[in-house]
Nanobody, 112 residues
């Protein structure tokens, strides 16, 4: 069964950090993190290719880092200097054999 399982979300104060993990059941090719805030469309946060090249939304550049451990089939999102506007459900996304898959999402809340 093809699965993407996120973990690591939670409540953090502004300026704090969190690391999200996405455990995959297979070796996915390109992978990404998206987020969706209440009342807003889902947006791309960061993307990483199978070779390790990455790109980011302008709103998170310099604060977030996406990485992958192919030995563990896991993708990470290190989030630093978090802001209240980063509050959202964060979703892992991946491509495998021409199909696109989503995780169930993990809530990140940035609040004092």
């Amino acid at each position: 069964q093809v699965q993407l399982v996120e973990s690591g979300g939670g409540l953090v104060q502004p300026g704090g950090s969190l690391r999200l993990s996405c455990a995959a059941s297979y070796r996915f090719y390109d992978m990404a993190w998206y987020r969706q805030a209440p009342g807003k469309q889902r947006e791309l946060v960061a993307h990483i290719s199978s070779g390790g090249s990455s790109n980011y939304a302008d709103s998170v550049k310099g604060r977030f880092t996406i990485s992958r451990d192919n030995a563990k089939d896991t993708v990470y999102l290190q989030m630093n200097s978090l802001k209240p506007e980063d509050t959202a459900v964060y979703y892992c996304n991946g491509w495998l054999a021409g199909k696109n898959y989503w995780g169930q999402g993990t809530q990140v809340t940035v609040s004092s």
